[in-house]
């Protein structure tokens, strides 16, 4: 159990377009999730937590006009980067909380989506 | 600001060898601490995790000890295998429902 998927695994997109990554748990119901970036060697950076039926969270120094979150139903969470340039370009991972144990929330993560920005 | 952090950027151990890898935090109020796998290209997989109102907690080849007094955290992997080879890294949960991550330990293991 608890597995979260995300699509598409990789992309290359030509600069000033957008790209739409999406992030779905699977067999779980999450009211929130998180979206994070990952740079080469890097550890996970939290851009936004999203939550269901609500804006999403965006953390300091993260433009929500350029990173669009929809958290549209239980499953599926949606980030959009809008006018994407190179500069954008990373390793794109979500995760979901999942109750366990009867009391603690864990974070479950996607596999990631690769975007490359040409 | 708080943070996360480990001890170690690298670890190479043999292969049978038992694996430790350590993680220091600096949020006292931290009461939920996680482990970690990535494995090249891949997002993070859930290994084990601890409450604060625990000292020890055993998985499948994996322990994690939580020390509160010095705010220090460890992974332990027994007979660890080729397979174990990934980045590591600790996280909390501290405040809220968003999780801190520590920077990484590279663990390498050779045959």
């Known amino acids: 159990g608890a597995v979260v998927s995300q699509h598409p695994s990789w992309v290359i997109c030509k600069s000033g377009t957008s790209v739409k990554i999406e992030c779905r748990s699977l067999d779980f119901q999450a009211t929130t999730m998180f979206w994070y970036r990952q740079f080469p060697k890097q550890s996970l950076m939290l851009m936004a937590t999203s939550n269901e039926g609500s804006k999403a969270t965006y953390e300091q120094g993260v433009e929500k006009d350029k990173f669009l979150i929809n958290h549209a139903s239980l499953t599926l969470s949606t980030l959009t980067v809008t006018s994407a340039h190179p500069e954008d370009s990373s390793f794109y991972i979500c995760?979901?909380?999942?109750?366990?144990?009867?009391?603690?929330?864990?974070?479950?993560f996607g596999p990631g989506t690769r975007l490359t920005v040409l | 600001g708080e943070s996360v952090g480990l001890h170690l950027p690298t670890l190479s151990v043999q292969e049978g060898d038992n694996s430790i890898i350590n993680c220091a935090y600096s949020?006292?109020?931290?009461?939920?601490f996680i482990w970690y796998k990535q494995e090249s290209g891949k997002g993070p997989q859930f290994i084990i995790d601890i409450r604060s109102n625990m000292d020890k907690r055993q998985g499948q080849r994996v322990t994690v000890l939580l020390n509160k007094t010095v705010k220090h955290l460890s992974l332990q992997i027994a007979a660890t295998q080729p397979g174990d080879s990934a980045v590591y890294f600790c996280?909390?949960?501290?405040?809220?429902?968003?999780?801190?991550f520590g920077k990484g330990t590279t663990l390498s293991v050779s045959s």
């Open positions: 995760s979901a909380n999942r109750n366990r144990d009867g009391g603690t929330d864990t974070q479950y």
């Open positions: 949020n006292s109020a931290s009461d939920y």
């Open positions: 996280a909390e949960n501290g405040a809220g429902t968003a999780l801190i």
